[in-house]
């Protein structure tokens, strides 16, 4: 009996939980546009991906270098 009941209770907390991200997924539609957030989300987006991007080229580089030195030495 206990199943039953917390399967039902799984099937409520779902249905209700598709039915407020279908109201979230409509109101964030009747948001207005506000320059400002716009430009400072791509500028901390933007930033995040070019620090990222600028890492892994410098570990590259940084790579090549002592395969070439090992190299070098051998």
């Known amino acids: 009996m206990a199943a039953a ?3 039902g209770a799984g099937w409520v907390g779902l249905c209700r939980g598709r039915g407020s991200a279908g109201a979230h ?3 964030a539609w009747n948001v207005p546009l506000n320059p400002l ?3 400072l989300a791509l ?3 933007g930033g995040g991906w070019f620090l990222v991007s600028w890492a ?3 570990a590259a580089v ?4 002592d395969l070439h030195e090992h190299d070098s030495d051998h």
């Open 37 to 39: 957030s716009i430009v």
């Open 56 to 58: 892994i080229a410098t």
């Open 62 to 65: 940084d790579v090549e270098q």
């Open 43 to 45: 500028a901390i987006s």
């Open 25 to 27: 997924r409509h109101r």
């Open 5 to 7: 009941q917390s399967t």
